[in-house]
């Protein structure tokens, strides 16, 4: 199922509160700038303060590309030193989170074409940074719209509590799965009992994100779930039960979910089904059984891992002079180099750093 324009806005009408607006661009989706920069961050849409490469703050907010290490790929980190973060994005980008976005899904067949596009567009409006154009491909299969379905998948599991996330570190010999909802139900309660998050779950990255938000209400009491998900996008085509049996195959995850906008049933009855309706509303149908692994890797430890994850992302709340304080002041010795940051977030609990990070706010 291609995704075009029309059917965009249909999925926004369906299934958000968004408000639906005419702008100098052409019809948008308006979000508050927290919400858009997600949205950004998840499907590469790019902030258009330049036409030609329209800034995205999609693959800056990663920490590793494996689970079970801690090895920093370039991203949230530069060779253990904080590069990416919201925060320091900030400072550079103050329009990143100031003002509602527009959200201005643009049909086109080439780059050449989609290039006079927005030199035009952007030419004759003022404030174009807070526009955020949603490149829609009409030359490709699905025109080009997987992280559309991960986001929308992100979302509705967002909403029952999970912390989500997409393009999943797990191994090199499996891939990223496109979307994961963990359940650590302890770790999301302590982590709303500070105050900084609203909503009953979140998507990971909102975790580096606290400093540029704040006076947040958080609602804790109904989040239950201690499942692990995962789940494999697809739109120009419906194959993807290998890729998501080898993600069950690591015994890691309770359920996995086929995302596709027009797949009617799962391929497997113990795949679920994550899909669109006749009217563009999300549906999920849930696996029949479970999927049996036959070598599976220690949930625990991945548990642990995920645990220890978190505190990476919290830790993006701070500068970089304030992270070697907050070191200076528990370690007694300065932080010197990557594995000192690593050894220190592992051994320090997420209360000091929510702690920590009240003080700054």
Known sequence: MEIYKRDYFKIFKTNFNYEIVKTDLGEAVKMPPRNAFIYSSITGAGYLENPIYPFTPKGLLKLFYNAFNYKFVSGIFDNGVLKNTPYILSQAKDY??????????????????????????????????????????????????????????????????????????????????????????????????????????????????????????????????????????????????????????????????????????????????????????????????????????SKKDYIQWLENYIKFYLIANFTNDELKDFYLSLRKSPLNKESDLVNFVLDTNIEKILEKIKQLL
């Open 96 to 297: 990143l989170f100031n003002g509602d976005k527009y959200i201005v899904p643009v049909e086109f067949e080439s780059e050449k074409n989609l290039t006079s596009l927005l030199k035009e567009g952007f030419d004759n409006i003022n404030n174009p940074e807070q526009y955020i154009i949603q490149r829609i491909e009409t030359s490709k299969q699905g025109n080009g719209m997987e992280p559309l379905m991960e986001y929308l998948a992100a979302e509705y599991f967002k909403n029952l509590g999970f912390v989500v996330e997409n393009q999943v570190p797990l191994a090199h010999s499996l891939g990223s799965p496109d979307f994961a909802g963990y359940g650590l139900v302890n770790m999301i309660q302590t982590i709303h009992k500070s105050g900084f998050l609203s909503g009953r779950g979140f998507h990971i990255i909102e975790l580096s994100m606290i400093r540029n938000f704040k006076n947040f209400n958080s609602d804790y009491s109904k989040v239950k779930s201690l499942e692990l998900l995962v789940g494999e996008a697809k739109t120009g085509t419906a194959q993807m039960s290998k890729q998501l049996e080898k993600y069950l195959g690591t015994g890691l995850f309770d359920k996995g979910f086929e995302i596709h906008p027009s797949k009617s049933k799962p391929s497997e009855d113990y795949f679920g089904l994550i899909t669109l309706d006749e009217d563009f509303k999300v549906t999920i149908t849930l696996p029949q059984n479970n999927f049996i692994s036959e070598n599976p890797l």
